[in-house]
């Protein structure tokens, strides 16, 4: 599992590893822990072709760890 955090240009200055640090709920915090800390942020409303990319190869790059990890499959029913 992956989570999907949008929303970036919302944090202004701040990340999104200090958001979850200070001022997200537990159960959140124990979502990202569960999914080995496979996390991206988007920013949805970005117009900026570079960084649409970069998410998006951020995104595929924890893609093939899972697939990687779960000998080239993509779901298993371990979590």
Same mark, same amino acid.
């Given at each position: 599992?992956?989570?999907?955090?949008?929303?970036?240009?919302?944090?202004?200055?701040? #990340?999104?590893? %200090?958001?979850?640090?200070?001022?997200?709920?537990?159960?959140? &915090?124990?979502?990202?822990?569960?999914?080995?800390?496979? %996390?991206?942020?988007?920013?949805? %409303?970005?117009?900026?072709?570079? %960084? &649409?990319? &970069?998410?998006?190869?951020?995104?595929?790059?924890?893609?093939? #760890?899972?697939? &990687?990890?779960?000998?080239?499959?993509?779901?298993?029913?371990?979590?």
């Amino acid at each position: 599992m992956i989570v999907l955090f949008t929303g970036a240009d919302e944090l202004n200055e701040g #990340t999104l590893d %200090k958001y979850l640090s200070l001022g997200c709920p537990q159960y959140l &915090k124990a979502i990202v822990r569960m999914c080995d800390g496979r %996390k991206v942020l988007f920013d949805n %409303k970005t117009n900026d072709e570079a %960084k &649409k990319l &970069k998410q998006v190869q951020e995104l595929m790059a924890h893609v093939a #760890t899972i697939y &990687k990890n779960n000998d080239g499959n993509p779901l298993t029913r371990e979590m």
